[in-house]
């Protein structure tokens, strides 16, 4: 349609806004995960005359039992942390994906067969399942990936499978089938372009949570090797020395992994808020 | 015969049936209209012409063999709402070559803008709308042309221009055509003969207009 | 004796903001010079095919608008402007809405309930409109397109209304329940009530209601009796000429081309690109609306 465009407002409008913070925290976040990932290990050495220092201008965040800089090693566990959460929440949401699409087009057994692994899946609790699958696929940053991937496909394909199913009664999808299209045409030209957006903010959404299990695992000693510079190894680490007032040594990566967090959150839910047609005119 | 159903029973439960021991039956190049109450089952009757649903018993035959399931199915329904017809993330071009290619003389006939292939559903309104769809049913193949309350979200202007462009491709290509409509006049002013559904229940008996 | 004007909207226009191309916001005009009016017991057709305005008019004197929406020119109801707190003392109690989307209703609260608090006054109305009593404990998805029009049509009924809009009332009724909802607003104004009854569906409205107002792109073409579609002659502008043509009992001959989109309006008198009668000073100046035969019209050629 073609507009008379009148002349812009001087407050800037809501979609920009959105799509301005999008940006910034995708900014933020990549440099967080470049500066960790290419970070020099030496940044981190052992300094025995450094032992225990409380946050200084030299070291913002302290210096630990073995006098390592806390400050980089945060950085360092959040984007160690940041890659097992891409990685295993874009997995989870890729089989997600397949699984959502397979239960709704599928024969009626099969849907039935995959709805009942979702809510056996979703029935167990969470962390033991996750700890279960890690042990078993041989800790370390694999098991984390698989252990976490394994669990987290269940929610984004339950959202999926209900869309498929009501876009599959949709009066077009009628229409192509009886204009002569098979059911692997339609699916792919008239489904799956709607599941995208889901597909996306579930990824996102999911993100957070993998990072939570990721450092909760590693907490509780499933996870990642103890000389890893994980958020989770540097909290529990840190349990032995809270009680002697050294707050530092937890204070700053937890609040770090909070905002990182937080952060990736806001970014899933302003992509939900762009992609949402009932909201995009406001 | 072109079309044809044979006792047809349809319902969304076993004990319910929608539609029970319905018969109808429509020749090559010959306009019906079917007009009833409100709820009594033209709407479904048309889904089960057109292959859309498939009845509990009885058979749709077509030229005296069974309708196809697969593949391009030659009753063709045109339905009240385009915008439920049309997928709203495709861009108008792409739905229409699902159908088929027509030329641009075809596309002048029907009032297809070429203008309009580039747009989303979205940007068109629900006459411009239906002239795809209308388009959409007359491709090639297609033998039976079913509208079930095509016209009655349109204006009346509209209405017209589709309904004119409409049976006259219907009359050059000897397409058969079942009209479901409320409207009296307008069955009066397409169709050939006019049926009540409550009839078709009993043997198909109808009036000539 | 002249009856009293209870609605009277003059020169009303609405413009959206909009986000067209990209991230620039622009403004969309989709309603200009519009104006209508509605006497205490008469039922005003406002007829015009899909994107005349028609359902934004209803919104814009209930100023149920989306936000982005800009409204100018003068409602008055009453003899008096149609203030926002004024609305807020009348919308539900003077003045109703029989809505076009069954939306409107709360799907978590019983339709009973919805209608009135006063339980007989919700049996009285629902007994009109051929509603089992036992629809009054249903949740609104349990209710077929048909009842949930007649609830609504109910809701109305119920709160004793002076203004009345109807936005699309009878579309998904079959044509018995759109004709003895139509006699239902018949009886309301026959009581005295003002209706607005928007619709697209001229053919059924002229058999009830008493003006018709016929919107194209945005204005109001002309103002005419419902008896004026007798015959042609009666008639004053171009586009209500050509309506009565198309009806299938009339000639069911088209006239080509479509209403113009807002944005991409031509200059001048709107109708002027599909007119028989044009000539260059129609496309000079948008036509004022002038009294012809007991009507309104705003064509500078209509006689």
Known sequence: MKMKVLPAEKRPNRRAMIGIVCVLIFLILITLYIVGASMNELLFEPDFSQKLLPPTMKHPFGTDFLGRDMFARTIKGLSLSMFIGATASGAAAV?????????ALGKTWLDHFLNWVIDLT?????????????????????????????????GIARIIRGEVLQIRSRRYITASRKLGKSRLWVAVRHILPHMIPQFFIGLVLQFPHAIMHESGLTFLGYGMPPETPAIGIILSESMRYLSAGMWWLAFFPGAALAIVVLLIDKLGESLKLALDPASAQE | M??????????????????????????????????????????????????????????????????????????????????????????????LREAWTPDAVFLDEIGIAPEWLNRYPAELSGGELQRFCVARALAPQTRFIIADEMSTMLDVITQAQIWELMLRQIERRGLGLLVVTHSTELAARVCSRIVRFESLTRQGRSTAV | MEKKTVLNVSNLSVTFRMYSKGMRKGGL???????????????????????????????????????????????????????????????????????????????????????????????????????????????????????????????????????????????????????????????????????????????????????????????????????????????????????????????????????????????????????????????????????????????????
């Open chain 3, 29 to 303: 005009k989709v309603i200009s010079n519009l104006s209508a009016s509605v006497r205490e017991g008469e039922i005003l057709a406002v007829a015009g095919s899909s994107g005349s305005g028609k359902s934004l008019l209803a919104h814009a004197v209930l100023g149920i608008l989306p936000r982005n929406a800009i409204v100018t020119g003068e409602i008055e109801y009453m003899g008096e402007a149609l203030t926002s707190a004024r609305l807020t003392k009348l919308r539900g109690r003077e003045i109703a809405l029989v809505p076009q989307s069954v939306e409107y209703l709360d799907p978590l609260m019983k339709v009973g309930k919805q209608v009135s608090d006063d339980k007989y006054a919700v049996k009285r109305a629902f007994e009109r409109y051929k509603l089992d009593e036992s629809v009054m404990k249903l949740f609104p998805f349990q209710l077929s397109g048909g009842m949930m029009r007649r609830v609504l049509c109910a809701t109305a009924v119920v709160t004793g209304a002076k203004l009345i809009i109807a936005d699309e009332p009878t579309p998904g009724m079959s044509e018995e329940l759109a004709a003895r909802a139509m006699k239902h607003f018949r009886d309301l104004a026959d009581a005295g009530a003002a209706v607005m009854l928007i619709t697209h569906d001229i053919d059924l409205a002229l058999r009830y209601c008493d003006r018709v107002a016929v919107f194209y792109a945005g204005t109001t073409v002309e103002t005419a009796l419902a008896s004026d579609f007798g015959n042609i002659d009666n008639l004053r502008h171009p586009y209500t000429k050509a309506l009565w043509r198309a009806m299938p009992q009339n000639d069911f001959a088209p006239t080509p081309g479509t209403q113009p989109y807002a944005g991409n309006l031509p200059d001048g008198c709107l109708f002027a690109p599909r007119c028989d009668r044009v000539t260059e000073e129609c496309t000079r100046a948008a036509p004022e609306s002038r009294t012809l035969r007991n009507g309104e019209v705003s064509c500078i050629y209509a006689d």
């Open chain 1, 95 to 103: 089989i997600a994906l397949i699984v959502g699409i397979v239960a």
């Open chain 2, 2 to 95: 072109l079309i044809e159903a044979k006792n047809i029973k349809f319902g969304y439960s076993k004990s319910k049936p929608v539609i029970n021991g319905v018969n109808f039956a429509a020749d090559e190049g010959e306009r019906v209209a079917l007009v009833g109450p409100s709820g009594c089952g033209k709407s479904t009757l048309s889904q089960i012409l057109a292959g859309c649903l498939n009845p509990q018993s009885g058979e749709v035959l077509f030229e005296n063999k069974p309708l196809p399931r697969k593949g391009f199915c030659p009753a063709q329904l045109i339905y009240q709402h385009p915008e439920q017809a049309i997928n709203p993330r495709l861009r108008l071009n792409a739905t």
């Open chain 1, 122 to 154: 979703m029935g167990i609790p969470h962390t033991v399942l996750l700890i279960l699958i890690a042990i078993a696929t041989g800790r370390g940053i694999t098991g984390l990936i698989i252990g976490i991937s394994l669990t987290h496909w269940t």
